[in-house]
């Protein structure tokens, strides 16, 4: 068969107003562009889970256009975030109208099978581990079964894992590429609709293996930049360790996203300074640490909320940029986070920052707690689940404040002038540790 793997690959914003502060502010849209490159890690793991005898095409979409003539296959295969999982229902449809048979996967689809379903042959729940080659097998002779369940542990055992395909980006124009070397996070985030949703506890990839793929994965790449496709990547410190070590020898440049706990160990970060780390992202959250309530169910940030400032600097004094994260619209915040935020990025000598507003995406538990409240301005709105848009009643101010507080914050943070601010900063603090 020929089996067409095809990404929904497209960053958005619905909302105009933040829609066009994004086109204007250089800082912003440059991010969006590196991001936007980023390939599907997910659907290069489902080609190489292909039995050998069936060929693989990969493609991207970013804009959907209905009209265009459909790539003929025997099967075709979608991913997409919940973001642009209606484009990928109308692209499903298509091929189905045209008798293509249609599987769907991924995060959205695991968190809403009975949806998904309706504009599929089949859909993969969790991890396409454990039920893709069923899967091709079945589609081969012309017995797809309506749903298939993947692993959600052992996704890394060597009876199930495999490299993803990274040959098939061989001739993109990129030098991003991920990895990952993990999959779910323990501190189980209330509104987390990462890969914490496909697994059922933290499944870790030994250093060797991690390191094999980071080579198959960097080796055909000019001036390789590596992104980790991990949501917490350094939970156990021991690992991380042997990681970052192991990893310092291949002169790769990369970047991860992690919990401030990474600043508790000192030896930890020296490797990391070592190892070709360029920056840590990290999720905050609040810069008041009191108003996280439900969001943080093990009280892990609140806790150490009042050592924010501690751990950007000993992270960035050695030479490693923080990415700090902020969600706004809060229970609790009032208007006056938006000061809160751009006071502590201020103070704290953050050299990036990455403001969102809290997203009820479908199948989490905040959407479920919002809903019940009767708090969700519209019940279905995936195509706002973007980060950016607004999509539910904050508790201590309306929806106008929080979209205008927005709008402000961004104003105030990505504007040339401050970015050159907090790289000086930035370039003091790195001087001050070397002397
Ligand atoms: C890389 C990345 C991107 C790339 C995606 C490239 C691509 N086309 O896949 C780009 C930059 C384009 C992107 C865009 C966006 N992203 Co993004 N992105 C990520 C990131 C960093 C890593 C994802 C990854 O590679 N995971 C590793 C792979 C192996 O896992 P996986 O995709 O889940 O795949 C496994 C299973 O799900 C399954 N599977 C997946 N697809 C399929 C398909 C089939 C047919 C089968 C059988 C199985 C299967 O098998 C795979 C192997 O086990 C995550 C954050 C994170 N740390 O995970 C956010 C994340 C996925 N993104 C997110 C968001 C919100 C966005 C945007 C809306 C941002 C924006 N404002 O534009 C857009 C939406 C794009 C869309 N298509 O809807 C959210 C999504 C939440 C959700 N449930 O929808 C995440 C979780 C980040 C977050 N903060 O919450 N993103």
Partial sequence: MKIGLIAMSGVRVRTPELAELGITLPQFLNRGQVIASLPSLGLLTVAALTPEEHEVQYREIAELDGDAPLEAFDLVAISSFAAQIDEAYALADRYRAAGTPVVLGGLHVTLMPDEAAEHADAVVLNGAEGAWPRVVEDARAGSLAPRYEGLRRGVFEPEHYVRPR???????????????????CPLNCEFCAASLRITDSLQQKPVELA?????????????????????????????????????????????TETDVSVADDDELLDALADSGCRQLLIGFESPDGNDLGAIDPHGFKAGRSSRYLEAIDKIQSRGITVNGCFILGLDG???????????FVD???????????????????????LAAAGRLLQERFWDRCTLFDVNFV???????????????????????????KRKRRYMEIVKQRMA
């Fill in 333 to 343: 915040q009032t208007p006056d986070v938006f000061e809160h935020v751009r006071d």
């Fill in 394 to 420: 904050p508790s201590d101010m309306t929806v106008e404040q929080l979209e205008s507080g927005m709008r402000w914050l961004f104003t105030e943070l990505y504007n040339e002038h401050e970015f050159v």
């Fill in 347 to 369: 103070r704290s000598g953050l050299i990036e920052v990455q403001v969102t507003v809290q997203t009820p995406f479908p199948g989490t538990p905040l959407y479920a707690r």
């Fill in 166 to 184: 990274f040959d098939l980006l061989a001739d993109r124009p990129y030098n991003r590429v991920t990895v990952q070397t993990s999959r779910g």
């Fill in 211 to 255: 390191i094999e793929e980071i080579k198959a994965a960097t080796s055909q790449i000019d001036r390789p930049f590596l992104e980790l496709a991990d949501d917490n990547t350094f939970v156990n410190k021991r690992w991380a360790r042997d990681f970052v070590r192991a990893l310092a020898p291949l002169g790769v440049s990369w970047f």
